[in-house]
């Protein structure tokens, strides 16, 4: 994965918006969620199924977010990935990272198609480590 487009996407100053978050501190969309907010992030959660997590508020889809966000992060399955990546296209959003598990050959050769710039098969938490 090309180092350069991933310290674009860790950019400090990026809003990010993580899809798939969970209130089951296990899980690794709260781990996800909790990493970046910890490491001073502006970062919003989403879930439709959800309405609060660790005190804040949950979203139920990007369009509702009050800001657009600079790098949406999938901790999703791959189907409903691929239908994140479709909504990102119509909010004009331009960076997608794909948690492990969460890509599909499908989303990623449709971002690349639409000019959205895409990380997959890298954990953002190790990467933002490194």
Known sequence: ????????????????????VSRKTAKY?????????????VVYPLNPNIDEVMGDRCYHSLSELPEKPDVVDTVIPPNVTEKTVEECRELGIERVWMQPGSESEHAIRFCEENNIKVVHDV????????
């Not at 994965?1 to 918006?17: G, P, Q, S, V, Y």
């Not at 909790?34 to 001073?40: C, P, S, T, V, Y």
């Open 29 to 41: 969309g709260h781990q996800v969620y909790k990493d970046l907010k910890e490491a001073g992030y």
């Open 123 to 130: 954990c953002v938490m190790v990467k933002r480590r490194e």
């Open 1 to 20: 994965m090309n180092t350069d487009k991933i310290k674009e996407f860790l950019r400090k100053e990026n809003i990010f918006a993580v899809v798939g």
